[in-house]
T-cell receptor, first 115, second 113 residues
């Protein structure tokens, strides 16, 4: 079975600082990996995804993530935090489940951006 | 706007009651997924339908059931409601059942009093 661990349920950074949100996964087969963002009172929005190919994936809003197989990690970064980045971020892994693929989410990381 | 529509946005009901949550997927999407988000359990996959057929099952209680209709909209039925069922219920849709992106609706917030 697959699982996702997000280290740090809360992360605070100053505006303009680097953001690093950590995600480690466990999967017995090559996974598909996703980062979603949830703004208050809204649904989840896809930031970026990794399936195959290039391990550095660029997403929306200046975010990127690197798939590191040896470390079973898929950390999310952005070089300069904006106030509008304040939200909850979820890492997810998708692995085959019969003929389908099941998405398993981490517990989420709440990002606070301080002025 | 993801293109996935969930109704109602809020639902307040009492213990022991039954409710139905509705989801309309994005145009062209054949797969519908249901998730429950609560403070103590996080975001949990409940069930998936693909073109009218159940395709995968997660941590869905026996008191809960779902179906996908010929027009591809889906309903999640929750019965014999308990206080612990209070949560945000999300629907997501995708083109097919493989590794395609899931697009999420805005959710239905269920409060059981």
């Amino acid at each position: 079975a697959q699982s996702v661990t997000q280290l740090g349920s809360h992360v605070s950074v100053s505006e303009g600082a680097l953001v690093l949100l950590r995600c480690n996964y466990s999967s017995s087969v090559p996974p598909y990996l996703f980062w979603y963002v949830q703004y208050p009172n809204q649904g989840l929005q896809l930031l970026l995804k990794y399936t195959t190919g290039a391990t550095l994936v660029k997403g929306i809003n200046g975010f990127e993530a690197e798939f590191k197989k040896s470390e079973t990690s898929f950390h999310l970064t952005t070089p300069s935090a904006h106030m509008s980045d304040a939200a909850e971020y979820f890492c997810a892994v998708s692995t085959p489940s019969g003929s389908a693929r099941q998405l398993t989410f981490g517990s989420g990381t709440q990002l606070t951006v301080l002025p | 706007d993801s293109g996935v529509t969930q109704t109602p946005k809020h639902l307040i009901t009492a213990t022991g009651q039954r409710v139905t949550l509705r989801c309309s997927p994005r145009s062209g999407d054949l797969s519908v997924y249901w998730y429950q988000q609560s403070l103590d359990q996080g975001l949990q996959f409940l069930i998936q339908y693909y073109n009218g057929e159940e395709r995968a099952k997660g941590n869905i209680l026996e008191r809960f059931s779902a179906q996908q209709f010929p027009d591809l909209h889906s309903e999640l039925n929750l019965s014999s409601l308990e206080l612990g069922d209070s949560a945000l219920y999300f629907c997501a849709s995708s083109v097919e059942t493989g590794g395609s992106i899931q697009y999420f609706g805005a959710g239905t917030r269920l409060s059981v009093l």
